[in-house]
């Protein structure tokens, strides 16, 4: 929890009673897992407003170490831009330093990671010497054919990590977004050659994860082909089980 002193003051009656919300919820450790388009990205915004979570998404954190040269982004970008994975080490790193900030102690949402079986190892390992445990990892589940249209219509705007698409959620004004009215953008991979790479490795590489979360009996399945709000209330229903 950050000083209330740096909170602007028309901010403070909304910051001190998302503090009073806050307070009484419950620590939640969270995983979202499924295939590029599935939806991860657009709940994950909700669920870290509805459960006071801090979110991490790995593939944020690495387009802006990309867009800012850092050695991170170097190494990153060629495996980035032909969809296939970073290495485990350069991943299992960020989310290392990242569960440690303050801002996670309530718990937190990961998404895009653990994307492989050692990243889940290592996860747990993690977690294990902080005394903490994965509750629930969340399966968007759906078909490929759905993804390339959900793809190659996305906009985003790449400082908030606020997604578009041009068919099934527009911006207010097309181009621009909702809130800071800077303008969005297309990502690099989010074409269909890329993505079928990138589909590649969530089924060679990222599926047997699910299978290691069910193992351990805490996965739930999600229908990700329904709307958005659909998917958003069986979400709901899931975590308040
Ligand atoms: P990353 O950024 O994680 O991409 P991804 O997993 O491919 O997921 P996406 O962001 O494409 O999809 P999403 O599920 O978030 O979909 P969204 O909600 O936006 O990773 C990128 C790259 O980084 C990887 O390829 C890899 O190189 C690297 N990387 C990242 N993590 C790594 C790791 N752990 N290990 C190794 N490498 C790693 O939705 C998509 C579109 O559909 C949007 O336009 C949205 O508006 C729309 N939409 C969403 N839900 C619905 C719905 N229910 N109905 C209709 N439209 C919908």
Same mark, same amino acid.
């Given at each position: 929890?950050?000083?209330?002193?740096?909170?602007?003051?028309?901010?403070?009656?909304?910051?001190?009673?998302?503090?009073?919300?806050?307070?009484?919820?419950?620590?939640?450790?969270?995983?979202?897992?499924?295939?590029?388009?599935?939806?991860?990205?657009?709940?994950?915004?909700?669920?870290?407003?509805?459960?006071?979570?801090?979110?991490?998404?790995?593939?944020?954190?690495?387009?802006?170490?990309?867009?800012?040269?850092?050695?991170?982004?170097?190494? *990153? @970008?060629? $495996?980035?831009? =032909?969809?296939?994975? #970073?290495? +485990?080490?350069?991943?299992?790193?960020? &989310?290392?330093?990242?569960?440690?900030?303050?801002?996670?102690?309530?718990?937190?949402?990961?998404?895009?990671?653990?994307?492989?079986?050692?990243?889940?190892?290592?996860?747990?390992?993690?977690?294990?010497?902080?005394?903490?445990?994965?509750?629930?990892?969340?399966?968007?589940?759906?078909?490929?054919?759905?993804?390339?249209?959900?793809?190659?219509?996305?906009?985003?705007?790449?400082?908030?990590?606020?997604?578009?698409? *041009? @068919?099934? $959620?527009?911006? =207010?004004?097309?181009? #621009?977004? +909702?809130?800071?009215?800077?303008?969005? &953008?297309?990502?690099?991979?989010?074409?269909?050659?890329?993505?079928?790479?990138?589909?590649?490795?969530?089924?060679?590489?990222?599926?047997?994860?699910?299978?290691?979360?069910?193992?351990?009996?805490?996965?739930?399945?999600?229908?990700?082909?329904?709307?958005?709000?659909?998917?958003?209330?069986?979400?709901?229903?899931?975590?308040?089980?």
């Amino acid at each position: 929890m950050g000083e209330l002193a740096n909170v602007p003051v028309e901010d403070l009656m909304g910051e001190l009673m998302r503090r009073m919300r806050c307070a009484a919820k419950p620590e939640k450790r969270l995983i979202l897992i499924g295939p590029p388009g599935s939806g991860k990205g657009t709940q994950s915004p909700i669920i870290e407003e509805n459960y006071c979570l801090c979110h991490l998404a790995t593939g944020d954190i690495l387009r802006a170490a990309v867009a800012a040269k850092t050695p991170l982004g170097i190494q *990153a @970008k060629e $495996a980035m831009d =032909k969809g296939e994975l #970073v290495s +485990d080490d350069l991943v299992v790193g960020i &989310i290392d330093e990242a569960i440690k900030k303050p801002a996670c102690d309530k718990g937190f949402v990961l998404d895009g990671f653990p994307r492989t079986v050692v990243q889940a190892e290592k996860l747990d390992a993690m977690l294990e010497s902080q005394g903490n445990k994965i509750d629930k990892v969340l399966n968007f589940g759906i078909a490929d054919a759905i993804l390339e249209e959900r793809i190659t219509g996305r906009w985003i705007h790449p400082a908030s990590g606020r997604s578009y698409h *041009a @068919k099934f $959620a527009p911006p =207010k004004v097309s181009g #621009v977004d +909702d809130v800071t009215g800077e303008p969005l &953008i297309q990502r690099k991979d989010d074409n269909a050659a890329v993505l079928k790479s990138r589909l590649e490795a969530f089924h060679r590489q990222t599926e047997p994860v699910i299978d290691y979360y069910e193992k351990r009996k805490v996965v739930s399945n999600l229908h990700a082909e329904k709307p958005p709000s659909q998917v958003t209330e069986e979400v709901h229903s899931v975590l308040s089980a």
